[in-house]
């Protein structure tokens, strides 16, 4: 797929750094109950850290209890990318940012009392942070 966004694998790993490139790049995952976007409650817009795409606003995002940020529905369905995964064994969602393709993380259907039922568990070296201005 092509993407609004692209670079060299070599351009991506020197702008986003050793952690974020394995993360967003790579597909990795941070450990749980690491990351610094986890406890944020500010209102604001979470973006893509590869690309700055908007991706989910402070007010979809729920304690989850799963260690990682989750959001119960993105900014736009167009914003994201869903793809089956099926590594480590098992039958998953990944969730990609549409504009460049970074791995964010992925989502399940069990985001019971949300709205929509379901749990964006994102990594929060996949996001950057931007509060809304006061």
Known sequence: MAYEVEKTEEQWREELGEERYRVLRQAGTERAWTGELLDESRAGLYTCAACNAELFKSGTKFDSGCG?????????????????????????????????GSHLGHVFDDGFGTPTGQRYCM???????QPESE
Not at 123 to 128: A, E, F, M, R
Request: net charge negative; with cysteine; hydrophobic share 40%.
């Open 68 to 100: 990682w940020p989750s959001f119960y529905d993105s900014v736009d369905p167009d914003a994201v990318q869903l793809i089956e995964d099926t590594s480590l064994g098992m039958v998953r969602t990944e969730v990609r940012c549409a504009n460049c």
């Open 123 to 129: 990594n929060s070296l996949s996001l950057g942070f």
